[in-house]
């Protein structure tokens, strides 16, 4: 009796009640503060460059207009660098996740020789390296510079993504099964195609989302490894029009823009973050559901 009463002492509704109540509170204010500027941003790539730059849009498009969106297509640099980052993604994003799914299948084999050795060497590689004027010599020794490669090799194989991918095989696909595939004659390779990367879905799916955002928001392998325009990434144009402020104002047609020089440049700012920035959301919704189940299993085991 004694116990059942200290239970109810300490699981009272009126204290879970308060508990969700502020967890509730502190989560609405981190998610205003997150969401607002993706709304400001939004809002003003639809607005015209008066309000914007006089500071009338909050929350909602004030002057409701397109031009900003009409200079962003009409731009031949954007839709050339927004095509080379498609490239890098989709080819990088499939060369790290084979490496990395590969490599992690093989570590993740208890009876591989020098198992602990090789895993040593790579988790070196997590906290030494040699730096920037010894890599950017290795790319130029390797005839690597001024190629659409320098964007996607360097960095290939994610160490921090081959120990989750190895550790979610190891809590995923005992050794057993291994066992009894290969009595029935199945191979290491068949194995590894038939059993292993169907259920691994979810770290793949996650895998393939943190490549697939990293080389979306690459931009510095292009800064230092890139003298071509024709191969820069979207990241290195926005970056230039952002930062350094290089914005092409003939881009703008409208007389009225042309004058307002710097409300032509705020709007064009916006509605190119906006391109930049849908893709990439978009992909969210079709990997939501692996998402979690990967990335927990990845780092609460091994």
Known sequence: MKNDSTLKRVSSPASDKIYYWISGVILAFILLAVTYPLVFILSASFSSGNAVSSGKVLLWPVDFSLEGYEAVFRNKDIWGAYLNTLLYTVLGTFINVTLVMTCAYALSRPKLR?????????????????????????????????TIWVMVLPGALSVYNMIIARTFIQSTLPTELLE???????????FFFSFVLPLSKAVIAVIALFSAVGHWNAYFNGLIYLNDRD??????????????????LTMIIDPELQVANAHAAAVLKYALIVVATVPILCVYPFIQKYFVKGVMIGSLKG
């Open 180 to 190: 009894a595939a290969k009595v029935d004659g199945c191979s290491d390779v068949r």
């Open 231 to 248: 191969l820069y990434p979207l990241q290195i144009i926005l970056r230039e029009i952002l930062i350094m402020n290089q914005v092409d």
């Open 114 to 146: 020098g198992r602990n050795f090789f895993m040593f060497l790579f988790t070196f590689t997590m906290f030494f390296s040699g730096g920037l004027i010894p890599f950017y010599i290795l790319m130029k020794d390797l005839s690597l510079l001024n």
